[in-house]
């Protein structure tokens, strides 16, 4: 069984500060995890994933995310923040061993940015 | 990149009207694809696993008899809500995971835009 737990419902941040959105994670096998932006009436864009590769993954538009398996993290940073950033973040998982890809959703979280 | 594209992006209609929502994978083979549904303000909930040439897999609590589901190539799926009501209303996203060996083999799942569905 795995589960996403996304720490934050909503977090507010003024431009150009960092952005920190927290996932913690539950998996029975090795899992796969990504990162997906959701822009309002869209659907969902991958920003990053880790597979087992490098613990430090870095992707698109200035984001990046850390696997820590000793804390079953994978938060989500971004140095600066934007105001096209504000949107809403899913973290997911998958397990590596699941045949069926299927992917679980975290909550969700809702990133504000204030000018 | 692998592009999904799901249309319409927005239905609206009167109650008990069947709506169908396609979902085709345009530069990729999807042999499995799955639906969606996402009430406001919360996470994506799994309704089903479409796979190609075969019945779709359906989650706990949701009704197969009232979301069809056809995936009768390895580009396309349809959801189709069956005599719809108000409480169908919600915004259905579908995503289609690449088929091995193709450029996009072993990538994640890749989503379409969504459609609103509003029933009156």
């Known amino acids: 069984a795995q589960s996403v737990t996304q720490l934050d419902s909503h977090v507010s941040v003024s431009e150009g500060t960092p952005v920190l959105l927290r996932c913690n994670y539950s998996s029975s096998y090795s899992p796969s995890l990504f990162w997906y932006v959701q822009h309002p009436n869209k659907g969902l864009q991958l920003l990053l994933k880790?597979?087992?590769?490098?613990?430090l993954v870095k992707g698109i538009n200035g984001f990046e995310a850390e696997f820590k398996k000793s804390e079953t993290s994978f938060h989500l940073t971004k140095p600066s923040a934007h105001m096209s950033d504000a949107a809403e973040y899913f973290c997911v998982v998958s397990d590596r061993n699941n045949a069926g890809n299927m992917l679980t959703f975290g909550g969700g979280t809702r990133l504000m940015v204030k000018p | 990149g692998a592009v999904v594209s799901q249309h319409p992006s927005r239905v609206i209609c009167k109650s008990g009207t069947s709506v169908k929502i396609e979902c085709r994978s345009l530069?990729?083979?999807?042999?499995?694809m799955f639906w969606y549904r996402q009430f406001p303000k919360q996470s994506l909930m799994l309704m089903a696993t479409s796979n190609e040439g075969s019945k779709a897999t359906y989650e706990q609590g949701v009704e197969k008899d009232k979301f069809l589901i056809n995936h009768a190539s390895l580009t396309l799926s349809t959801l189709t809500v069956t005599s719809a009501h108000p409480e169908d209303s919600s915004f259905y996203i579908c995503?289609?995971?690449?088929?091995?060996?193709?450029?996009?083999?072993?990538?994640?799942?890749?989503f379409g835009d969504g459609t609103r569905l509003s029933i009156l």
């Open positions: 995503s289609a995971r690449p088929g091995t060996g193709g450029p996009y083999s072993n990538q994640p799942q890749h």
């Open positions: 880790y597979t087992s590769a490098a613990t």
């Open positions: 530069d990729f083979q999807a042999t499995t």
